[in-house]
């Protein structure tokens, strides 16, 4: 009886073991290919990660590579282009204008999302009722990321309220009322109210919206189309910046500065306040504004201008975002890819993408809310969607302790959901890049020799020939063709 009991007992282990080893065999190692140097400090959240799919039955498991930060465009389209096929990595974070996932997607070598996202059980509820998500996928069907952060207008509290004109102006932000609140701003003895990185940051903070630029195709009473940066419209905004200029309530580096020296100026008080992107981005701003001018130069983002007409809107591009993940056609099992792509955009997955690992980076209260015990810059592990669209989240709803983000972070990712709309921009297409790039470059220069004085309205009309000439006709009349 007890050899029999033995045999028996002898089987059922046998067969435990044959399990696992089945249960072992079905699970897909996934290569994922990151951006950091050093994977080791994350690797507890690698491994609850990894865990965290298991139980929710996705037959994956992560093994993550990191690449160091200087040249890792290169690095990634050097893997996509020559790499062997079986040595390139199956779920790729990419970062940077000098990936285009659109390109490398049209050479078959990252996967169009399309299919999974419409049968997802996660993702399609975030991108589903959300245009500017949508229209950013449909530009490109081979990236993932889930985010509206745009420019918006940031400046210390305790310099507005010093303005004599900050109520009247938040009752109307017109363009006079603008251009008297930054002239007062100026007037408390910094060296201007704002500066920006750089001419393009300059015009996508909601100013664009007081001028009637409410896309980047404005479309005529003909059904064409015209470029915004060559519009008329466009010109009247150049004069009122140049008369901020010259009153120097915009600050003299404004177009030669800079991720640094912007930075430098805001927190060494050499101007109030800068033009730059909100959400993750205002937190380090915030958090050093304060703590180099105390508590009442907490930040306040400033609502984008009104015109005559009522338009009051940032305009979001629905182009693709210059972040996000992909992934390889070389991979075996793009379904279980996508799968951990789609439980990060679950309930489960944002809340661990969000707080991250429990006893570390927070702790549970009693009533099931999340207690922080860092912030957003300090959690310990390495995030998925590092994205300003929470997934239906309210976490200041459901977080006590330290805050996720200051206040101004959470009011800048507010303003732009209430003001933000889809914009009419398109990939260029492939034969009128170059020139593309070319017109591009001439309104830039042509803006800020505008503003610095260097040219004037008798250039106006030269500058819009030369732009035509160079390539921009041409894509003015394709735009006839593909906007909706």
């Keep these: 009886m007890k050899k029999l009991l033995a ?36 690797q507890p959240g690698i491994d609850a990660l990894n865990e965290k799919l298991a139980q929710a039955g ?39 204008a000098a990936i285009n996932p659109s390109f490398l997607g049209s050479q078959d070598l990252l996967v169009d999302m399309t299919d999974l996202l419409a049968n997802s059980k996660n993702a399609k509820a975030v991108y589903d009722g959300n245009p500017i998500l949508q229209a950013q996928f449909a530009s490109c069907p081979y990236l993932m990321w889930p985010s509206q952060v745009n420019m918006v207008l940031q400046f210390r509290t305790d310099a507005l309220k010093a303005c004599p004109s900050y109520e009247s102006f938040l009752a109307r932000p017109d363009k006079e009322a ?124 400033l609502p984008p201008m009104i015109s005559e007409n009522g338009d009051q809107q940032y305009k979001i591009t629905s182009g693709r975002f210059d972040r996000g993940w992909v992934i390889s056609t070389t991979c075996k099992n793009p379904q279980l890819a996508f799968d951990v792509l789609d439980f990060m955009l679950g309930e489960e997955g944002r809340k661990f993408d969000l707080f991250g690992i429990e006893g570390t980076d927070y702790t549970l209260n009693e009533d099931g809310t999340y207690n922080l015990l860092v912030n957003s810059s300090e959690t310990s592990i390495y995030r998925i969607f590092d994205a300003d669209v929470f997934g239906g989240i309210d976490v200041q709803a459901i977080t006590t302790g330290v805050p996720y983000w200051p206040a101004p972070s959470f009011a800048s990712a507010e303003m732009v959901a209430k003001y933000g709309k889809a914009d009419n921009d398109f990939v260029i297409p492939e034969e009128s890049v170059t020139a593309w790039t070319a017109c591009e470059a001439l309104w830039k220069e042509f803006a800020t020799q505008y503003i610095l004085g260097e040219k004037t309205d008798d250039d106006w009309q030269v500058f819009v020939d030369t732009w035509n000439s160079y390539g921009g006709a041409q894509v003015a009349a394709y735009a006839a063709s593909v906007i909706k």
């Design 7 to 42: 045999l028996a007992l002898t089987c059922m282990m046998l067969l435990g073991l044959a399990g696992t080893a089945l249960a072992a065999e079905d699970v897909t190692t996934l290569k994922v290919l990151v951006r950091t140097g050093d994977l080791t400090p994350y």
């Design 178 to 301: 603008y251009a008297k609140l930054l002239n007062e701003l100026a007037a408390q003895s910094y060296e201007g109210a704002l500066t920006t990185q750089g001419i393009d940051y300059l015009f996508n903070t909601g100013i664009d919206s007081g001028f009637g630029i409410t896309s980047t195709w404005l479309k005529q009473d003909d059904g064409s189309y015209v470029y915004s940066r060559v519009s008329e419209n466009f010109h009247e905004e150049l004069k009122w910046w140049r008369e901020l200029y010259v009153s120097g309530a915009l600050h003299a580096n404004f177009a030669t500065d800079n991720w640094e020296s912007m930075e430098n100026a805001l927190y060494t008080g050499k101007v109030a306040g800068i033009a730059m992107k909100g959400g993750a981005y205002t937190v380090y701003y915030e958090t050093n504004t304060v703590q180099n001018f105390g508590e009442d130069a907490t930040l306040t983002i």
């Design 58 to 96: 996705i037959k994956a498991k992560l093994e993550w590579i990191g690449q160091a930060s200087s040249g890792y465009p290169d690095f990634v389209n050097n893997m996509l282009l020559t790499w062997d096929e079986s040595e390139v990595y199956d779920l790729i974070y990419v970062q940077g």
